[in-house]
């Protein structure tokens, strides 16, 4: 059985830093890709970063590039999210999501990912 399973969510001042995990079960970082979405209240779910089952390719959101950082320790079968210089608009919950052929990932695409977490809860504050 897959589960991806977030943590980390947390209210945080705006300029502040959170890391936020995805303990993952049940498939192979060799054959899945591992993203990271968002849904904000009132707003659809975005694709904010991916990590490509090539262990080369990676997609970020344009108005996350430089702030986050998406990694993985495969011995730990855990992916992060490290978030930085937060900002009130980052406030939503984060999802993790899995892929297991195709490319919705690097196009942060939610409709083609086929696992998902219940989410985490990130709240910045102004």
């Known amino acids: 059985e897959v589960q991806l399973v977030e943590s980390g969510g947390d209210l945080v001042q705006a300029g502040g830093s959170l890391r936020l995990s995805c303990a993952v079960s049940g498939l192979s970082f060799d054959e899945y890709s591992i993203a990271w979405f968002k849904q904000a209240p009132g707003k659809g779910r975005e694709g904010v970063s991916c990590l490509y089952n090539d262990h080369t390719s990676s997609w970020y959101a344009v108005d996350v590039k430089g702030r986050f950082t998406m990694s993985k320790d495969i011995a730990k079968a855990t992916v992060y999210l490290q978030m930085d210089d937060l900002k009130p608009e980052d406030t939503a919950v984060y999802y993790c999501?899995?892929?297991?052929?195709?490319?919705?990932?690097?196009?942060?695409?939610?409709?083609?990912?086929?696992?998902w977490g219940k989410g985490t809860l990130v709240t910045v504050s102004s």
């Open positions: 999501a899995a892929e297991g052929y195709g490319s919705a990932c690097l196009r942060g695409d939610h409709v083609g990912m086929h696992y």
